[in-house]
Every structure is written in structure tokens, then in C-alpha cells.
């Protein structure tokens, strides 16, 4: 609810109690419940008239007029104020209900049915719902059980979506459980295996340094196919799991076409979960179990510096094995998991092999190769060369400007309103999700995102230009892996900026991780002589605010390559693992000679001194 208060001469509202029957509930503070309108005060203002009805919110308001002394219980908060009552006067509340909708800057396809829409497919909702219940039963997700057994009982509710299928519209349902109402919550760990961005960046090289063609899969109704509450029970440190739940409403006789089902009494019956259905808290983590076991099984073994990156090794024969190796072992294949979609590259037969397994483990997969979106990245392989070229040019035209123009001439250090500062906030996180192939626009995200507590219409302006830079360079903004010409090193560069104020420093770190070729012209001891031009894969950067206490440019400039050549370490070891196979931290320091070695510069000669 949304209040708007303005001055009136009427009463209708007597009392608190008279309020409290009608409107709502009183507070533990005494205060009526909702009146310190803490909810979307961005939509709130308080004044002596009331010209229109907020943005998002529903144009026909609920009046209600209090009296003089009920008027005096209204509370503003955070330095608001209301409108002076005078000696006789009172309050008119006038309550809009919220539509729901967020102000945002992103403006994303929407394919979610509206319930106009729904209302005019019946049928075709229907069947969707059905077939969804179906593919939840054939996998055993729930069984009935009487009601009065049910100790952890939450609702559900349907989501229903547009999808094209072999180009026809058709409508998909899926059916979510409201996990924050689990009474077990508390008592779960949260946990989604994702494999980290330099891990999806290193599938792209290894695919390109081999020649390998790229793919992604896609594992259908993926949670429900994690661990049972039962197996997961058997394991140490988990939690004996009793959920049970009911569909949502009107979905009763859709529920008893399902066979055994057909005098299911909701009354009387709930539905226990017997997986983790979607929507529950431990539900990646369960899938994220029997993922690993089936990929440890295929022959994959995860790697040390990132569990969610698998590596597919053979013993090597002949010439097959790397130069210079210690060991005996081939790479055939590697995949990086983002919960339940898999991207890959490898020789034809393991990659055929991996499939297959999963295949048989998981029903049939969604695969794709040459161009594809992965984790909100495309993917365009060109499938001679096959170098990668990734990019985000399909989500830059989403995002729109903020409004400013009404503000032209209010100088740059205004503070933002609540308004404009929700905006700011949206443009800066999709700005920020555009670093995961711009390298460039990193310090300036990194900049802009200090600002997001008290922006001011300067810092707004900013995100704008720096948006519409974005948009004039779209087609030169991305990643390109080519293909490098042994041997190779990685290369971090680091560098830190430190502004002295009166009671605190300003400091920014950042660092880029290069995978690059090395030079046989290049002297003896020099990783990069002067004015020398390097081809070069990019595979991690950052830039943002220093994790410790800087008082120096030095002391900013030293933890700064610290924290690089830690970072650069992780990737060395990934691709040490790679090519020799994956190791324990004990075998890795036992190893006399790694597969490739790791360089760190950086620019500050005290330091590098």
C-alpha cells in the first residue's frame, strides 16, 4: 500500500479501533500497522493536494479520512515530515494498491502470460499444467499423504510462459514451490554450482588452442532429478527433509487426472515432496550432488582451483603427450557446469561419449553448437578457425537511459531523488553485468557503483554517457580468443590508484590475466620488451575498491600485485591441470616443472624494486 496524506475537513474514521476493524492491524509500537509507508517510499510523497497517482501504481484510489486524533497516530520516518494538522485540522489517507512493478531501466522481452491471456488460452493453460504435474510424478517427486501427517505444509504456485517449439507459439508451465515458507530453511545451506568467469573464458581458449568445436547442453527439469530427501538423508551433515505441499488454486482437478490421483481430497490430503521440487533452498545443491557423480563416473575430474570446471584426461601415447611434460596424460575434453547447463569442447568420440551418458542418466539434452548464448554471453565460433568471438550485443539494446532532461539545468551536485536513485541503481547493475565481456568499461562501473547509496544527478548523467559510448562501440565491444602460437605464458598486469583525504583514502585496485605468446625474439629474462606488440587471449579481469586498509600509493600498489598474483596463480594451476592432468596442492608442488609459467607486472618501479 502506497499512502498519500493531505490536508481535509471531514471525518468519517472515529477511532484507532474503528481503523484498525476496517483497514488493518495495530502494531507491537502502537503505531498503525503500514502507516510509516516503509514499503516503495520511492511512489510516496506527502503534500497538500494530490495532483495524480504515482507511476505503477492503480489510478483509482481508496479514501480514508481520519480524525483529528487518529491523524495525530500517522508517523513519518528518515527525515520526512507531514503537512501541518494546524489547530482543528486532520488527515485524508488515500491507499493505491501497488501493481507490482519495479522501476527499472532494463527493458527484457516479456514472454510471462498475462492473466488476460490466460483467460483466453483455458485449454491450453490447462493441458500445460497437467503435463507438468505429469513430468513431475514420472520422476517421483511427490506422493499423497493425509493431511494431519504434515508437520511442513507450503503453498505453490504456477508460472506460466510463452516458448517457441520448431517456430509455434505453445504455452509452458511450471509448477514452484514458495521455499521461504519451508520451516527448515533455516537449517539448509544455500549453494548453486556455477563455474567461475575465468573458467568459462578458459573452456573458450582450450576449445580454440585445440580446435575443438564449442557446445552447450541444457539439462531438462534438472532439480528434480537431484538426490532424493531419503538419499541425501544418508549423507553427513544433512538435514532429514519433511516438506509437503499443496497446489495452487483451482488446480485440484487437474491434480486427480493423474493416475492414483482421481479422488485426491485437498481437504484432507497434501502432496509430500519427495525431491527437491523448484523454489526450495537446497534444490541446486541436491542436483549439483548427482551431477557431479555422473560426470566423476563418465571419467571427468573435477579441477582443484575450480571444482565446477571438469577436465577428461587419457594416458597419452607417442607423440600425442605435451613437450616438456612430466606426465603421460592427453586432454580430450573439458566442461564448465552453471547449474543445469553445461558448456563444453573435446575430440568427437569423448564428446559424443559425454553426451550419451548424460543422456542416459538425465533423458534427452538440449544441445547446441557453433552459435549460442550461454550464461547471458553469445557465443559465435567460426567452425574453420574455430576462434571464438563473445560478446553481449543482444542485452545492450534492453537498457535505456534515465530520464534527465526535465533536470537540465539543476546542477551536478543535486542529490538524486528516491526516484532517480532506484534508476541509477538498475542502470549501474546492468551496466555492471556488461564487464562480463567488457573489459573497458570496468573502472568506470566500478566507480559509478561507489555511488549507488547518495548518487547525485551528476553521477546519473555519467551512466548515461558512459552507456551511450556503449552503444556507439557495441560491435568492437567483446572477447576474441584466437589462436596462439606456443609458447605460452600468462601474463598479470595490476595497478592501484591512491587519493589522500582528511579522514579516509580514496584507493582502487584492478588487473587483467593474459594467456600470451612469447616472443622467441624477446631477450632472455624480458617477458615484455618496450613498444613489443603481444597476441594475447583476455581470461579474468577486475576492477574495484582494495579488500584492507591502504595509507600509502605504495602500500595500494604492492597489496594491489598481491591480490593479482594470487588471482593469475588460480589460472596458471587450471591450465597446468589441463595440460598434465589434475593434481593435489601436493603433487602440484612436488612438480619440478609446470606446463606453463605465470609472470606478474605492474607499474609502480618502488614496488617492482
Given at each position: 500500500?502506497h499512502y498519500?496524506?493531505?490536508?481535509?475537513?471531514?471525518?468519517?474514521?472515529?477511532?484507532?479501533d474503528?481503523?484498525?476493524?476496517?483497514?488493518?492491524?495495530?502494531?507491537?509500537?502502537?503505531?498503525i500497522?503500514?502507516?510509516?509507508?516503509e514499503?516503495?517510499?520511492?511512489?510516496?510523497c506527502?503534500?497538500?493536494?494530490?495532483v495524480?497517482?504515482?507511476?505503477?501504481?492503480?489510478?483509482?484510489?481508496?479514501?480514508v479520512?481520519?480524525?483529528r486524533?487518529?491523524?495525530m497516530?500517522?508517523?513519518?520516518i528518515?527525515?520526512?515530515?507531514?503537512?501541518?494538522?494546524?489547530?482543528?485540522?486532520?488527515?485524508?489517507?488515500?491507499?493505491?494498491?501497488?501493481?507490482?512493478?519495479?522501476?527499472?531501466?532494463?527493458?527484457?522481452?516479456?514472454?510471462?502470460?498475462?492473466?488476460?491471456?490466460?483467460?483466453?488460452?483455458?485449454?491450453?493453460?490447462?493441458?500445460?499444467?497437467?503435463?507438468?504435474?505429469?513430468?513431475?510424478?514420472?520422476?517421483?517427486?511427490?506422493?499423497?499423504?493425509?493431511r494431519?501427517?504434515?508437520?511442513?505444509?507450503?503453498?505453490?504456485?504456477?508460472?506460466?510462459?510463452w516458448?517457441?517449439?520448431?517456430?509455434?507459439?505453445i504455452?509452458?508451465?511450471?509448477?514452484?514451490?514458495?521455499g521461504?515458507?519451508d520451516?527448515?530453511?533455516?537449517?539448509?545451506?544455500?549453494?548453486?554450482?556455477?563455474?567461475?568467469?575465468?573458467?568459462?573464458?578458459?573452456?573458450?581458449?582450450?576449445?580454440?588452442?585445440?580446435?575443438?568445436p564449442?557446445f552447450?547442453a541444457?539439462?531438462?527439469?534438472?532439480f528434480?532429478?537431484?538426490?532424493?530427501?531419503?538419499?541425501?538423508?544418508?549423507?553427513?551433515?544433512?538435514?532429514?527433509?519433511?516438506?509437503?505441499?499443496?497446489?495452487?488454486?483451482?488446480?485440484?482437478p487437474?491434480?486427480?487426472?493423474?493416475?492414483?490421483?482421481?479422488?485426491?481430497?485437498?481437504?484432507t490430503?497434501?502432496?509430500?515432496?519427495?525431491r527437491?521440487?523448484?523454489?526450495?533452498?537446497?534444490?541446486p545443491?541436491?542436483?549439483?550432488?548427482?551431477?557431479?557423480?555422473?560426470?566423476?563416473e563418465?571419467?571427468?575430474?573435477?579441477?582443484?582451483s575450480?571444482?565446477?570446471l571438469?577436465?577428461?584426461?587419457?594416458?597419452?601415447?607417442?607423440?600425442?603427450?605435451?613437450?616438456?611434460?612430466?606426465?603421460?596424460?592427453?586432454?580430450?575434453?573439458?566442461v564448465?557446469?552453471?547449474?543445469?547447463?553445461l558448456?563444453?569442447?573435446?575430440?568427437?568420440?569423448?564428446?559424443?561419449?559425454?553426451?550419451?551418458?548424460?543422456?542416459?542418466?538425465?533423458?534427452?539434452?538440449?544441445?547446441?553448437?557453433?552459435?549460442?548464448?550461454?550464461?547471458?554471453v553469445?557465443?559465435?565460433?567460426?567452425?574453420?578457425?574455430?576462434?571464438v568471438?563473445?560478446?553481449?550485443?543482444?542485452?545492450?539494446?534492453?537498457?535505456?537511459?534515465?530520464?534527465?532532461d526535465?533536470?537540465?539545468?539543476?546542477?551536478?551536485?543535486?542529490?538524486?531523488?528516491?526516484?532517480?536513485?532506484?534508476?541509477?541503481?538498475?542502470?549501474?547493475?546492468?551496466?555492471?553485468?556488461?564487464?562480463?565481456?567488457?573489459?573497458?568499461?570496468?573502472?568506470y562501473?566500478?566507480?559509478?557503483?561507489?555511488?549507488?547509496?547518495?548518487?547525485?544527478?551528476?553521477?546519473v548523467?555519467?551512466?548515461?554517457?558512459?552507456?551511450?559510448?556503449?552503444?556507439r562501440?557495441?560491435?568492437?565491444?567483446?572477447?576474441?580468443?584466437?589462436?596462439?602460437?606456443?609458447?605460452?605464458?600468462?601474463m598479470?598486469?595490476?595497478?592501484?590508484a591512491?587519493?589522500a583525504?582528511?579522514?579516509?583514502?580514496?584507493?582502487?585496485?584492478?588487473?587483467?590475466?593474459?594467456?600470451?605468446?612469447?616472443?622467441?625474439?624477446?631477450?632472455?629474462?624480458?617477458?615484455?620488451?618496450?613498444?613489443?606488440?603481444?597476441?594475447?587471449?583476455?581470461?579474468?579481469?577486475?576492477?574495484?575498491?582494495?579488500?584492507?586498509?591502504?595509507?600509502?600509493?605504495?602500500?595500494?600498489?604492492?597489496?594491489?600485485?598481491?591480490?593479482?598474483?594470487?588471482?593469475?596463480?588460480?589460472?596458471?594451476?587450471?591450465?597446468?591441470d589441463?595440460?598434465?592432468?589434475?593434481?593435489?596442492?601436493?603433487?602440484?608442488?612436488?612438480?619440478?616443472k609446470?606446463?606453463?609459467?605465470?609472470?606478474?607486472g605492474?607499474?609502480?618501479?618502488?614496488?617492482?624494486?
Amino acid at each position: 500500500w502506497h499512502y498519500l496524506i493531505k490536508e481535509c475537513q471531514d471525518e468519517k474514521v472515529d477511532s484507532v479501533d474503528q481503523y484498525i476493524n476496517q483497514y488493518g492491524t495495530r502494531s507491537t509500537d502502537g503505531v498503525i500497522d503500514g502507516m510509516e509507508y516503509e514499503t516503495h517510499r520511492e511512489n510516496t510523497c506527502f503534500g497538500s493536494g494530490l495532483v495524480s497517482s504515482p507511476q505503477g501504481l492503480a489510478r483509482e484510489p481508496i479514501c480514508v479520512e481520519f480524525s483529528r486524533s487518529m491523524s495525530m497516530l500517522l508517523v513519518a520516518i528518515d527525515g520526512e515530515s507531514l503537512p501541518d494538522l494546524g489547530d482543528d485540522g486532520h488527515y485524508v489517507v488515500q491507499c493505491f494498491p501497488s501493481t507490482g512493478q519495479k522501476r527499472t531501466v532494463v527493458e527484457r522481452e516479456n514472454n510471462i502470460i498475462s492473466l488476460d491471456e490466460a483467460r483466453a488460452h483455458v485449454k491450453e493453460c490447462d493441458k500445460a499444467m497437467l503435463d507438468e504435474l505429469i513430468r513431475w510424478l514420472n520422476l517421483g517427486a511427490f506422493e499423497r499423504i493425509p493431511r494431519k501427517k504434515a508437520t511442513n505444509v507450503i503453498d505453490a504456485r504456477w508460472v506460466l510462459k510463452w516458448k517457441e517449439v520448431n517456430g509455434k507459439r505453445i504455452i509452458q508451465a511450471r509448477l514452484v514451490v514458495r521455499g521461504f515458507k519451508d520451516l527448515q530453511a533455516a537449517q539448509l545451506s544455500t549453494f548453486a554450482g556455477t563455474t567461475t568467469r575465468w573458467g568459462q573464458r578458459l573452456v573458450n581458449s582450450i576449445a580454440v588452442q585445440h580446435g575443438w568445436p564449442l557446445f552447450v547442453a541444457d539439462v531438462s527439469q534438472a532439480f528434480l532429478r537431484g538426490l532424493t530427501f531419503e538419499q541425501a538423508a544418508q549423507m553427513k551433515d544433512e538435514v532429514q527433509r519433511n516438506v509437503q505441499f499443496t497446489v495452487p488454486p483451482g488446480s485440484v482437478p487437474i491434480l486427480q487426472q493423474l493416475p492414483g490421483f482421481s479422488d485426491f481430497n485437498p481437504v484432507t490430503e497434501v502432496l509430500r515432496l519427495l525431491r527437491c521440487g523448484f523454489g526450495l533452498k537446497d534444490a541446486p545443491r541436491l542436483w549439483n550432488k548427482v551431477l557431479k557423480r555422473v560426470l566423476q563416473e563418465l571419467g571427468l575430474t573435477p579441477l582443484q582451483s575450480d571444482p565446477q570446471l571438469y577436465a577428461w584426461h587419457v594416458n597419452a601415447t607417442g607423440s600425442s603427450a605435451p613437450q616438456g611434460a612430466a606426465s603421460t596424460k592427453r586432454l580430450v575434453l573439458i566442461v564448465s557446469t552453471h547449474v543445469d547447463d553445461l558448456k563444453g569442447a573435446g575430440e568427437e568420440p569423448y564428446r559424443r561419449k559425454l553426451l550419451a551418458g548424460l543422456e542416459k542418466e538425465f533423458s534427452t539434452l538440449k544441445t547446441k553448437s557453433g552459435s549460442f548464448e550461454c550464461v547471458g554471453v553469445m557465443h559465435e565460433q567460426n567452425p574453420k578457425t574455430f576462434e571464438v568471438w563473445t560478446h553481449q550485443q543482444h542485452y545492450i539494446p534492453q537498457i535505456k537511459e534515465i530520464p534527465v532532461d526535465t533536470k537540465a539545468l539543476v546542477p551536478d551536485e543535486q542529490a538524486a531523488d528516491e526516484d532517480l536513485t532506484q534508476l541509477f541503481m538498475s542502470l549501474v547493475g546492468a551496466l555492471a553485468w556488461l564487464t562480463l565481456t567488457m573489459p573497458a568499461i570496468c573502472i568506470y562501473v566500478a566507480f559509478l557503483q561507489r555511488q549507488c547509496k547518495a548518487p547525485t544527478l551528476g553521477h546519473v548523467r555519467r551512466a548515461n554517457r558512459l552507456l551511450r559510448w556503449i552503444r556507439r562501440n557495441k560491435t568492437r565491444l567483446g572477447i576474441w580468443f584466437q589462436r596462439l602460437k606456443p609458447p605460452l605464458r600468462v601474463m598479470t598486469l595490476s595497478d592501484s590508484a591512491f587519493k589522500a583525504q582528511d579522514y579516509q583514502g580514496l584507493v582502487m585496485r584492478g588487473c587483467i590475466i593474459l594467456l600470451a605468446e612469447v616472443s622467441p625474439d624477446t631477450p632472455q629474462g624480458v617477458v615484455l620488451a618496450p613498444d613489443q606488440t603481444v597476441r594475447c587471449q583476455v581470461l579474468d579481469w577486475y576492477s574495484g575498491k582494495h579488500s584492507r586498509v591502504v595509507r600509502s600509493t605504495y602500500a595500494a600498489e604492492l597489496l594491489s600485485v598481491l591480490d593479482a598474483a594470487g588471482q593469475g596463480n588460480l589460472v596458471t594451476t587450471a591450465i597446468n591441470d589441463m595440460l598434465l592432468g589434475v593434481t593435489t596442492p601436493s603433487q602440484l608442488l612436488a612438480q619440478k616443472k609446470r606446463a606453463i609459467e605465470h609472470d606478474a607486472g605492474v607499474d609502480a618501479k618502488a614496488v617492482f624494486d
